[in-house]
């Protein structure tokens, strides 16, 4: 079968990193992507991987490795406007999207 | 318009009526989604819609629930006889092809009372 796995929920400190990983089993791979979903909103879009290696964007960076079918995204310099859900979304065969149930970020003073 | 819209943001309705859901793609987008997200859930696919072709509608709960997409823009989705676990955030997304990132509507929080 097809599974995303993220954690649920995870807390970090204003100004700190953190890294959320996301594990995928899917019917084939076309990519892997991150979306950040603040409460009561739409999904927006964060980042998309589909070759081994880190992409970096500003403040956000995601890794993925396909062999070991791991992604991480990556948070740098948090702010509190970064305490949001964030989904990780694989890509299979058929280039429909498998969600995770998403990690949801505490950011603490 | 800019983005993806949705209409109406919420709707409130009791059990066993029928209520439709509104989608206006992107411009251009070929490619319309529409997925189901309850509380503290990720998202379940429902519908896709890809130009002219016919839909994949695997993801649909029931035959109580149906779709359509008029002249490859807006689409609506429909459900009767709704029942209260119907309740949740109904999204639409788009995007430019299947294979391209999609970008997601604010959605309709739908209540079954």
């Known amino acids: 079968g097809q599974n995303i796995d993220q954690p649920t929920e995870m807390t970090a400190t204003e100004g700190a990193i953190v890294q959320i990983n996301c594990t995928y089993q899917?019917?084939?791979?076309?990519?892997l992507f991150w979306y950040q979903q603040h409460a009561g909103e739409a999904p927006t879009f964060l980042s998309y991987?589909?070759l081994d290696g880190l992409e970096e964007k500003g403040r956000f960076s995601s890794f993925l490795s396909r062999s070991k079918g791991y992604s991480y995204l990556l948070l740098k310099e948090l702010q509190m406007k970064d305490s949001a859900s964030y989904l990780c979304?694989?890509?299979?065969?058929?280039?429909?999207?498998?969600w995770g149930a998403g990690t949801k970020l505490i950011i603490k003073p | 318009g800019a983005g993806v819209s949705q209409s109406p943001s919420n709707k409130v309705t009791e059990k066993g009526k029928d209520v439709e859901l509104r989608c206006d793609p992107i411009?251009?987008?070929?490619?319309l989604y529409w997925y189901r997200q309850s509380l503290g859930q990720g998202l379940e696919f429902l519908i896709y819609?890809?130009?002219?072709?016919?839909?994949?509608k695997s993801g649909l709960p029931s035959d109580r629930f149906s779709a359509e997409r008029t002249g490859g823009s807006v689409s609506t989705l429909t459900i009767q006889r709704t029942q209260q676990e119907d309740s949740a955030v109904y999204l639409c997304?788009?995007?430019?092809?299947?294979?391209?990132?999609?970008?997601f509507g604010p959605g309709t929080r739908l209540l079954v009372l």
């Open positions: 997304a788009s995007s430019q092809a299947r294979e391209e990132t999609q970008y």
């Open positions: 411009s251009g987008h070929t490619a």
């Open positions: 819609f890809q130009g002219n072709s016919a839909p994949d």
């Open positions: 899917t019917s084939g791979f076309n990519g």
């Open positions: 991987n589909v």
């Open positions: 979304a694989s890509m299979d065969s058929n280039y429909q999207l498998i």
